[in-house]
């Protein structure tokens, strides 16, 4: 976990120091018996697929497909983990349903768009991420500016006592559009829907900024972030 270091005290019971490494405002510890570390996941392309036979290119990181899901083999698609563009469940369902479309119709609106895919962790504190990370705008070349704000600044947050973390908007400079909405804290998964939105329809600071949210839920972070940045 990067920005994260594990200490673990010992044997048995003894307790299991997680500490913030960047800004390292507080430390937290949790007792735990064991400790399940399950981080990356890779595409299983096995000889058992056959894939040499049928001519279909893979690599470690999967089978190759283009933003439609083709293979190099015109009528062959591969969906899913197996061709590791995103490797969630409704990914797999949204690619699922644009080679539905492009074999029983012969369309599909539009390609399959990875960045937009909203990624969440079901972990206290809960994680979400949709769109570009500062790094992958840079390493794309595009100028980013990133604007934060504390989750501790909404009543949400505060009534539910859990008053940690933040979220943050990766904003590309010139057109104000905001390519990436990441949080951890309460209620980020269900934040990643309208980060969903936001990314997938190329919202700027200011169309968030004057979006409403109802009171009090933790939504009014993103009109506020927003408010505050334009
Ligand atoms: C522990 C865990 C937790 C996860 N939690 C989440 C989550 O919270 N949210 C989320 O969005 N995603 C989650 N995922 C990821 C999600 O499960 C996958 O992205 C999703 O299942 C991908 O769908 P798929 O159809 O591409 O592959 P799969 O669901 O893996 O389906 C592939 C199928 O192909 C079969 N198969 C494999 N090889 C062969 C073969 N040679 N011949 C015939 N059949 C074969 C397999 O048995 C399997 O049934 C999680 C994954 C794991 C492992």
């Known amino acids: 976990m990067r920005g994260f270091k594990c200490v673990v005290g010992g044997r048995g019971l003894e307790p299991l120091n997680l500490s913030h490494v960047k800004g390292a405002a507080r430390h937290f510890t949790w007792r735990a018996e064991q400790v399940v570390q399950a981080l990356g996941r890779v595409p299983h392309v096995s000889a058992s697929l056959g ?18 899901c083709r293979t190099n ?24 349903r644009l080679v539905t479309d492009l074999i029983l119709r012969g369309y599909t609106p539009e ?4 960045t ?10 809960a994680l979400m991420s949709v769109g570009l990370s500062t790094e992958a705008a840079q390493a794309q070349g595009i100028k980013v500016s990133e604007e934060r704000r504390q989750m501790r600044w909404e009543d949400r947050a505060l009534i539910m006592g859990e008053p940690e973390g ?24 269900s934040l990643s829907t309208v980060g969903h939105l936001i990314v997938r329809y190329g919202l700027t600071l200011q169309d968030v900024s004057l979006m409403t949210f109802p009171h009090p839920t933790q939504f009014e972070i993103l009109n506020t972030l927003a408010w505050n940045s334009v």
């Open 111 to 114: 390609p399959f768009r990875a």
């Open 51 to 68: 894939l040499e036979r049928a001519g279909i290119a893979y690599s470690a990181g999967g089978i190759v497909a283009d933003d439609w």
């Open 73 to 96: 083999i015109g009528h062959i698609y591969a969906v899913g983990d197996v061709n590791g563009k995103s490797m969630l469940l409704h990914a797999a369902e949204r690619q699922n």
């Open 166 to 189: 933040l979220v943050k908007f990766v904003v590309a400079k010139g057109t104000g559009r905001v390519i990436g909405v990441h949080a951890v804290g309460i209620d980020a998964v």
């Open 116 to 125: 937009e895919m909203p990624m969440t962790v079901f972990t206290r504190p």
